[in-house]
């Protein structure tokens, strides 16, 4: 008969029957499968070996992270987003309407805060650094944009 025929799922099924009974087993074996149950059946319900240590990593990285999350730098005491925007306006020479793909955020280098303000004119990229607190522009790119 073809490999895996219908005679070698009959003998497999006899031989499951018969494992189940133990009787084919020797006395110390029968104690050993007897250990290996009462083993199980104890550690049913307990936590893996590792998993109380993941459990406490998990939680460390949780409160560890969620300050991270409502730690936003505002502008309250510093000259402004819309005052940032002008100063670079102005120095670029654009105006406003004619500024495209216009972002403004704070960022923080060294310990200080900036605005960094970037917008696109017809032909050029423009990026600067603005200082917060006073103003000052530290640093500005100009980029050419790929002609059409």
Do not use: W
Request: aromatic share 8%; net charge positive; with cysteine.
């Amino acid at each position: 008969m073809a490999k895996g025929g219908k005679h070698l799922n009959t003998r497999s099924r006899r031989r499951s029957a018969g494992s189940r009974s133990g009787a084919h087993l020797s006395e110390a074996d029968r104690a050993r499968a007897a250990r290996c149950r009462a083993r199980h059946i104890r550690r049913r319900g307990q936590l893996r070996a590792g998993a109380p240590q993941m459990l406490i990593m998990l939680l460390l990285c949780v409160f560890m992270i969620s300050p991270l999350r409502g730690c936003q730098i505002t502008d309250s005491g510093f000259i402004g987003y819309a005052a940032a925007q002008e100063i670079a306006f102005g120095d670029a020479g654009i105006s406003q309407d004619k500024a495209n793909d216009v972002s403004a955020e704070m960022i923080k280098l060294d310990g200080q805060l900036y605005y960094k303000v970037q917008f696109s004119g017809s032909v050029t990229d423009y990026r600067y650094i603005i200082d917060a607190e006073t103003g000052d522009i530290l640093a500005q790119g100009f980029y050419r944009i790929g002609e059409t």
